[in-house]
């Protein structure tokens, strides 16, 4: 691959990624968040489903693993992104997208009790606290004002950011043999079923939806263009450069995100805020060094 073409599609997952926040906040406006949630992955699933369909004639789970996969894809990594659009009620674009740059941290403390190859030593304690402390300065927590909606939609948020990553290390650990867009299509649709399971219990009505066109093309931009194109977009990329460099977009769609939030929804952020993402970022830094170190040593072998 082009280092023109990889600098693209780094640029092009940034901006699909960044642009998802915003999306969402819009569209709440519209729909309630967990039929807004679940709209979004059934449509998600009908088109990946009907792709594999077309294409492949392993388009459905064949095996216990490839089952176990399903189930922990959608419970808790599309299912848990529910949380995150009721979260996004009470807080900016912006700052559920810093929120979401600790993933990689996230990924790395849960997959150590659950992935034998995966284990934590010295110095990525210290990544992994900084990380921490860096979500703390972004949240915030007062206990003097603990039920502040928007700390509660932070708090919310982290929460649903745990459950996704949980999932992600859950079909991991599955190792299933299906391909990956069958893969996600049945996970978009069970985790569509129990975005639709909750919404029922909290008690979301359908008559509360406002169908205008840009709640519809909302919901067709969250599943087409991030749901579809963006997560395969996203898998090239990670195919191409390996997942250290494609998860450097999780510290830059945060800014086109707070870029969006203030020019076209007038959205604030705190400087405390920044800070607390910065914090995030030297965390992440820190609990890759090894990774990072070889790749500079790499590139200075190039370049000698």
Same mark, same amino acid.
Do not use: C
């Given at each position: 691959?082009?280092?023109?073409?990889?600098?693209? +599609?780094? $640029?092009?997952?940034?901006?699909?990624?960044?642009?998802?926040?915003?999306?969402?906040?819009?569209?709440?406006?519209?729909?309630?968040?967990?039929?807004?949630?679940?709209?979004?992955?059934?449509?998600?699933?009908?088109?990946?489903?009907? !792709?594999?369909?077309?294409?492949?004639? !392993?388009?459905?789970? *064949?095996?216990?693993?490839?089952?176990?996969?399903?189930?922990?894809?959608?419970?808790?990594?599309?299912?848990?992104?529910?949380?995150?659009?009721?979260?996004?009620?009470?807080?900016?674009?912006?700052?559920?997208?810093?929120?979401?740059?600790?993933?990689?941290?996230?990924?790395?403390?849960?997959?150590?009790? $659950?992935?034998?190859?995966?284990?934590?030593?010295? *110095?990525?304690?210290?990544?992994?606290?900084?990380?921490?402390?860096?979500?703390?300065?972004?949240?915030?927590?007062?206990?003097?004002?603990?039920?502040?909606?928007?700390?509660?939609?932070?708090? +919310?948020?982290?929460? @649903?950011?745990? &459950? &996704? /990553?949980?999932?992600?290390?859950?079909?991991?650990?599955?190792?299933?043999?299906?391909?990956?867009?069958?893969?996600?299509?049945?996970?978009?649709?069970? @985790?569509?079923?129990?975005? &639709?399971?909750?919404?029922?219990?909290?008690?979301?009505? &359908?008559?509360?939806?406002?169908?205008?066109?840009?709640?519809?093309?909302?919901?067709?931009?969250?599943?087409?263009?991030?749901?579809?194109?963006?997560?395969?977009?996203?898998?090239?990329?990670?195919? /191409?450069?390996?997942?250290?460099?494609?998860?450097?977009?999780?510290?830059?769609?945060?800014?086109?995100?707070?870029?969006?939030?203030?020019?076209? +929804?007038?959205?604030?952020?705190?400087?405390?805020?920044?800070?607390?993402?910065?914090?995030?970022?030297?965390?992440?830094?820190? +609990?890759?060094? *090894?990774?990072?170190?070889? /790749?500079?040593?790499?590139?200075?072998?190039?370049?000698?």
């Amino acid at each position: 691959m082009s280092r023109n073409r990889t600098i693209g +599609l780094f $640029l092009l997952v940034t901006l699909l990624f960044g642009t998802a926040f915003p999306a969402v906040k819009t569209g709440l406006s519209f729909i309630p968040p967990l039929l807004f949630a679940a709209s979004r992955s059934y449509l998600a699933a009908a088109i990946l489903l009907t !792709y594999v369909g077309a294409t492949t004639e !392993y388009w459905y789970p *064949r095996s216990r693993r490839d089952v176990t996969a399903v189930l922990a894809g959608g419970v808790f990594l599309v299912g848990g992104t529910g949380i995150g659009f009721v979260a996004q009620q009470f807080i900016t674009a912006g700052v559920a997208a810093i929120i979401f740059s600790l993933a990689p941290i996230v990924t790395a403390v849960l997959a150590w009790p $659950l992935l034998p190859a995966e284990r934590l030593g010295g *110095r990525d304690y210290v990544g992994v606290l900084l990380g921490f402390v860096g979500i703390a300065v972004v949240i915030r927590p007062d206990p003097a004002s603990l039920f502040d909606p928007e700390l509660v939609g932070k708090l +919310l948020f982290f929460v @649903g950011l745990t &459950v &996704v /990553e949980l999932g992600a290390v859950l079909v991991q650990r599955s190792q299933p043999s299906m391909p990956i867009p069958a893969l996600t299509g049945w996970a978009m649709m069970l @985790g569509g079923t129990v975005h &639709v399971a909750f919404s029922v219990a909290v008690g979301e009505s &359908v008559a509360a939806v406002q169908l205008t066109p840009l709640a519809v093309g909302m919901v067709v931009y969250l599943s087409v263009f991030i749901g579809v194109f963006g997560l395969v977009t996203y898998l090239v990329l990670m195919g /191409e450069v390996g997942p250290l460099k494609a998860n450097l977009t999780t510290y830059l769609t945060p800014l086109v995100a707070l870029a969006i939030g203030w020019l076209l +929804l007038g959205e604030r952020v705190h400087p405390l805020t920044l800070v607390g993402f910065g914090i995030i970022v030297a965390g992440f830094a820190l +609990l890759e060094s *090894r990774e990072i170190s070889a /790749e500079l040593v790499k590139y200075r072998t190039l370049f000698r």
